[in-house]
């Protein structure tokens, strides 16, 4: 088990993987910016065990930020589209869209990049 970040470098870390996360999008940065510094300021007086376990859920919200939340942006075309990045990839899956008879997909993931087919 590894060494818990201090609350202060937690909370930077927080705020370093939502800007990463949200890069581009002020109403989204706003909005996880404040409700990290509510988890903060509500934590404030907690004991140290208290405060130990609310430091390790922070640090599984901050992993989780990382590694799951990917952002998706309306496109010109009124769909979506999103950056999928390596962090982001956990094992290896076929993007939709590759059933039989389909127009083909893409296989991404550990050891094969995006665009490769099937």
């Known amino acids: ?6 609350a202060r470098g937690l909370f930077r870390s927080l705020l370093r993987a939502r800007s990463h996360a949200f890069r581009g999008d002020a109403t989204a940065l706003a909005a996880s910016g404040g409700e990290i510094r509510k988890h903060f300021e509500e934590s404030r007086s907690l004991g ?8 390790q859920e922070g640090v599984e919200a901050e ?3 990382r590694l799951h939340v990917v ?3 309306g496109n010109e075309r009124g769909n979506y589209e999103m950056q999928v ?3 982001h990839v956990d094992g290896e899956y076929e ?3 590759d059933a039989p ?6 296989v991404v993931g550990k050891g094969g990049g995006a665009g490769e087919k099937s």
């Open 63 to 65: 992993s989780f930020i």
């Open 48 to 55: 140290p065990e208290e405060a130990r376990k609310k430091i």
């Open 95 to 97: 993007v939709p869209g």
């Open 71 to 73: 952002q998706a942006r």
């Open 1 to 6: 088990m590894s060494a818990l970040p201090t």
């Open 101 to 106: 008879g389909g127009c083909g997909g893409a």
């Open 85 to 87: 990045e390596p962090q």
